[in-house]
């Protein structure tokens, strides 16, 4: 299994740019999350999903947009990008099954907004 | 809402020293806790968690912590103190275990020859 695989891993873009975040899991997880880390400021939820077709949104959701169409894929989308999005975004899977109790985190994507 | 709360934004040991990272909660409900490990420029990696039953919870790298709901805490302690320690600790709360993560705001670990 590749667990949870992000890409890209490293971003620059311009203010006012779009740009999709990829996200994917090969561990039939139902659950998939997005989350930024900012220095200082721990990581914070950003939107969610308990299943395809299901999302709702976390502690920062604003300037983002989620859509989860297939269990595999969690992409996050920046319509107009800021420089207050400069971040780190991690993306996390878990599933209620096996009483595993544990988030399986990407490796990241550090974005740079100038 | 849940949220969690890290004393200390940078704690300094000298290695060979006890390492103790503290980790207070607040929860509606019966609570998951976990701690994470972050190295320099690189991803999370979990520690240990609490999910029932013993209330000491052994991790990796000789980490323990200590689920203590009168003064909702999990502090993370480690007797002695390697070098190779030297990262920036998570201590998250969830209401399922399984479903999202309310983190701290992370303390950075510093240890000294």
């Known amino acids: 299994n590749a667990g949870v695989t992000q890409t890209p891993k490293f971003q620059v873009l311009k203010t006012g740019q779009s740009m999709t975040l990829q996200c994917a899991q090969d561990m039939n997880h139902e659950y998939m999350s997005w989350y930024r880390q900012d220095p200082g400021m721990g990581l914070r939820l950003i939107h969610y999903s308990v299943g395809a077709g299901i999302t709702d949104q976390g502690e920062v959701p604003n300037g983002y947009n989620v859509s989860r169409s297939t269990t595999e894929d969690f992409p996050l989308r920046l319509l107009s990008a800021a420089p207050s999005q400069t971040s780190v975004y991690f993306c996390?899977?878990?599933?209620?099954?096996?009483?595993?109790?544990?988030?399986?985190f990407g490796p990241g994507t550090r974005l740079t907004v100038t | 809402a849940q949220s969690v709360t890290q004393l200390g934004s940078h704690v300094s040991v000298s290695e060979g020293a006890l390492v103790l990272l503290r980790c207070n909660y607040s929860?509606?409900?019966?609570?998951?806790l976990f701690w994470y490990v972050q190295y320099p420029n690189q991803g999370l990696q979990l520690l240990l968690k609490?999910?029932?039953?013993?209330?000491l919870v052994k991790g990796i790298n000789g980490f323990e912590a200590e689920f203590k709901k009168s003064e909702t805490s999990f502090h993370l302690t480690k007797p002695s103190a390697h070098m190779s320690d030297a990262a920036e600790y998570f201590c998250?709360?969830?209401?399922?275990?399984?479903?999202?993560?309310?983190f701290g705001k992370g303390t950075m670990l510093l240890v000294s020859p």
């Open positions: 996390a899977s878990s599933t209620r099954g096996q009483g595993s109790y544990e988030q399986y």
């Open positions: 929860s509606s409900v019966p609570p998951y």
């Open positions: 609490y999910t029932t039953g013993a209330t």
């Open positions: 998250a709360v969830s209401d399922k275990g399984y479903s999202t993560l309310t």
